[in-house]
């Protein structure tokens, strides 16, 4: 039988700790096979992001076609799109794709910047992620992405899974809406340290498992046990942000 696909939509990270990298980690860890379409070249470390290179959004089509072409998909998973060109050329593509499956997962993680504030969009990244928004099935903010979302009068997703990363206290508590009313809190002990790609690891995680076919629920559940364990057991490359070791056995 063939391993579920997820086609992914993110930028390279030179130093492997975000973006697609993070993403065919973490899609793998939990059983599926990423197909990894890069939106976007960047200049970055474990800590900052020195610069932001686009791909020509026609390159981007065509690599998705290509894969869409030869393979099933059984969810997607974006991250950023790298220009406002590069979300319309994307969402062109999924509405294709949601003709044919209206019941395709799309996942999107609306990244607006880097957790120190560095661009990681040519141009307006906030209506790049607004042309998404409208079909995702799931978007996964942390609670300043959320504000700039316009909250959750502002997020017409059908679920919304709102983190607490940025907040204070001993515990991460994260919100899932449903239909935008709050069904589930989840909460998880705060670990020391800051962590380089943590909503790419959890974001991806989530897209695999709903490409196996679990519930919004279970998949919800498990995906955030798998990105916690990755943060746990965190491995540094150079003074900073940890890099999660994703390469681990998803939860049961």
Same mark, same amino acid.
């Given at each position: 039988?063939?391993?579920?696909?997820?086609?992914?939509?993110?930028?390279?990270d030179p130093?492997?700790?975000?973006?697609?990298? *993070? /993403?065919? =980690? @973490?899609? %793998?860890?939990?059983?599926?096979?990423?197909? +990894?379409? $890069?939106?976007? !070249?960047?200049?970055?470390d474990n800590?900052?992001?020195?610069?932001?290179?686009?791909?020509?959004?026609?390159?981007v089509?065509r690599?998705?076609?290509?894969?869409?072409?030869?393979?099933?998909?059984?969810?997607?998973?974006?991250?950023?799109?790298?220009?406002?060109?590069?979300?319309?050329?994307?969402?062109?593509?999924?509405?294709?794709?949601?003709?044919?499956?209206?019941?395709?997962?799309?996942?999107?993680?609306?990244?607006l910047?880097?957790?120190?504030?560095?661009?990681?969009?040519?141009?307006?990244?906030?209506a790049?992620? *607004? /042309?998404? =928004? @409208?079909? %995702?099935?799931?978007?996964?903010?942390?609670? +300043?992405? $959320?504000?700039? !979302?316009?909250?959750?009068?502002?997020?017409?997703?059908?679920?919304?899974?709102?983190?607490?990363g940025?907040?204070?206290?001993?515990?991460?508590?994260?919100?899932?809406?449903?239909?935008?009313?709050?069904?589930?809190?989840?909460?998880?002990?705060?670990?020391?340290?800051?962590?380089?790609?943590?909503?790419?690891?959890?974001?991806?995680?989530?897209?695999?498992?709903?490409?196996?076919?679990e519930?919004?629920?279970?998949?919800?559940?498990?995906a955030?046990?798998?990105?916690?364990a990755a943060?746990?057991?965190?491995?540094?490359? *150079?003074?900073g942000?940890?890099?999660p070791?994703?390469?681990?056995?998803?939860?049961?």
């Amino acid at each position: 039988m063939n391993v579920p696909c997820v086609l992914v939509f993110a930028g390279l990270d030179p130093g492997g700790g975000a973006g697609l990298a *993070a /993403d065919v =980690l @973490a899609i %793998a860890a939990q059983g599926a096979h990423a197909l +990894p379409v $890069a939106t976007a !070249l960047t200049v970055q470390d474990n800590n900052r992001v020195h610069d932001v290179a686009p791909v020509d959004a026609a390159l981007v089509l065509r690599q998705a076609e290509a894969l869409t072409a030869a393979c099933a998909i059984g969810a997607v998973k974006i991250g950023i799109p790298g220009s406002r060109a590069n979300a319309h050329a994307i969402a062109g593509l999924l509405r294709r794709l949601r003709a044919a499956d209206p019941d395709l997962p799309i996942v999107l993680d609306p990244v607006l910047a880097s957790g120190h504030g560095d661009a990681l969009c040519a141009d307006d990244a906030l209506a790049g992620v *607004a /042309d998404l =928004l @409208a079909l %995702a099935t799931i978007a996964l903010p942390n609670e +300043p992405e $959320a504000c700039d !979302l316009g909250g959750l009068d502002g997020i017409a997703c059908p679920h919304l899974l709102v983190t607490g990363g940025h907040g204070e206290g001993s515990f991460v508590v994260n919100r899932w809406y449903r239909d935008g009313v709050l069904a589930r809190r989840w909460r998880w002990p705060r670990l020391a340290g800051q962590f380089h790609g943590s909503g790419c690891t959890l974001a991806a995680a989530l897209a695999g498992r709903l490409a196996l076919g679990e519930g919004m629920l279970q998949a919800l559940g498990a995906a955030q046990a798998y990105c916690h364990a990755a943060l746990t057991q965190s491995f540094a490359i *150079a003074p900073g942000q940890r890099i999660p070791r994703r390469f681990l056995q998803p939860a049961r």
